[in-house]
């Protein structure tokens, strides 16, 4: 009895002082994202989520300093850049002001020449974006839209994702520039090349803030836009056999240089698919090779980090200017420093019973670690599906996201369990 009661305080002054203290400004749960606690069941085996597990440490990393305001800027910058984008080309106008907050407008802002097969779906997702701006002001962002450029973030892009030498333009190589608003298949596959980086940056910060009420906000953005992406992914497999002028390629071949560009651009994991896959190691759909929602082999999405998500949209600039957006982003998290890092984060559940804490960044230590591959080349569990075919693995090229004919493979009976579920107490 004694030692029951013993053990009773010892709890009580655990939970009690983790109770107690405040969390300090900017730092939130742990802080924003350390999982060093367990619960009293645990802690947990989970080293058979590899994925998840990189996208967590790279999180932490990209945490930093910066505080819940800070990444509410960083969202009003890459919201302005979707929503405007959505808005201009489907309705012909911009955001209100008290949207922009006195930003400028942007360049190459004009209608695309949509058809009823998509204008409805792409009405919907506009409305949906300048909803998610409207989120961040009411989270508190004062900021104003920043300049944004589509002609010539678009057209850089492009030359960027199909090789082109340094200096040599779209224009100079297939005899036009990109309009990204000139058609169905050109403005809803720009509209996907930035959907997706919302939808992946989104879920990467929503275990970032120390807000509750922030992260649930965020946490509506990411399901919004994966939502608003499978869409766009469903109108592009309708279309995936169009041409896209100026390249004279389908859409199918060049969303796969669109995807692999980003894949390249945002460290070395597996974070990014055409809107075909063949590669058992994901879900892959045998025959058709369909794919409208990327995913992982256990069909969860992947995560992006703020500065990723710069280093792609300015195609790697160290200072975070160009491309997209000529001056660069405003706000305190503007530039791609630590894109490709790692913290601490899963690798050491202590075993006391709901141990809460919090560490500032200088406890936790300069962030060191490099990041690594989401999975490796074997992925456990890739024979527990019944998708189990013939196709090529992505190897992170257009090649194998749909560039070139993948003839149908045919479904093997693969379900063989390969899985051993982990005990509470972290034994196979």
């Known amino acids: 009895m004694a030692k029951v009661l013993c053990t009773a305080a010892v709890l009580a002054v655990c939970l009690g002082v983790a109770c107690a203290q405040p969390f300090a400004p900017g730092q939130g749960f ?26 967590i440490k790279a999180g932490i990393a990209a945490k930093q300093n910066y505080s819940d305001l800070d990444i509410v800027h960083f969202l ?18 911009g955001f209100l002001d008290n949207l922009t907050l006195g930003g400028p407008t942007p360049l190459g802002a004009r209608a695309a020449n949509l058809t009823e097969m998509t204008r409805p779906f792409m009405e919907e997702v506009a409305l949906n974006e300048q909803g998610h701006a409207l989120f961040t ?29 340094e200096g040599t333009t779209v ?35 929503a275990g970032l803030t120390g807000n ?15 939502a608003q992406a499978t869409v766009q992914r469903m109108l ?12 004279g390629e389908t859409v199918q071949q060049v969303f796969a240089r669109v995807s692999a560009l980003r894949d390249s651009l945002d460290g070395p994991q597996f974070d990014d698919q055409g809107i075909v896959n063949t590669d058992a ?25 703020p500065q990723m998500n710069i280093n792609i949209l300015t195609l790697g600039n160290p200072d975070g200017v160009g491309v997209f957006f000529p001056n660069g982003l405003i706000g305190a998290i503007s530039k791609p420093t630590g894109y490709n890092m790692t913290a601490s984060g899963t690798d050491d559940f202590p075993s006391s019973p709901m141990v809460a804490f919090q560490e500032s960044v200088e406890e936790l230590g300069t962030i060191m670690d490099p990041l690594t591959a989401a999975g490796p080349y074997e992925v456990v569990g890739e024979l527990d599906l019944t ?12 090649a194998t996201r749909g560039m070139v004919y993948t003839p149908s493979g045919s479904p093997n009976n693969a379900n063989t369990s390969t899985v051993q579920v982990g005990t509470p107490g972290g034994q196979y």
């Open 212 to 226: 509750p009420v922030l992260a649930n906000g965020i946490a509506g953005l990411a399901t919004s836009a994966t």
């Open 171 to 205: 224009e100079d190589q297939f005899g036009s520039a990109y309009d990204p608003f000139l058609n169905d298949q050109n403005f809803v596959l720009s509209v996907l090349t930035l959907e997706e980086l919302g939808a992946t940056g989104n879920k990467g910060l």
């Open 76 to 93: 009003t910058n890459v919201e302005c850049l979707e929503g405007q984008f959505d808005t201009w080309g489907t309705f012909g106008y």
């Open 30 to 55: 742990l802080p924003s994202g350390n999982l060093r606690t367990s619960d009293f069941a645990g802690p947990y085996n989970i080293s058979l989520l590899d994925t998840q597990y990189n996208e």
């Open 137 to 165: 002001r009411q989270a508190g962002s004062t900021i104003p839209c920043p300049l944004v450029d589509f002609d010539g973030g678009f057209n850089a892009f492009m030359a960027a994702a199909f090789g082109l030498p």
């Open 387 to 398: 998708q189990s075919l013939t196709g090529p693995a992505d190897n992170g090229t257009a």
């Open 236 to 247: 592009l497999w309708q279309m995936r056999n169009f041409t896209v002028e100026p390249f």
């Open 281 to 305: 190691r994901t879900i892959a759909v045998p025959d058709s090779y369909v794919n409208i929602i990327p995913t992982d082999v256990r069909g969860i999405t992947f995560s992006r980090t």
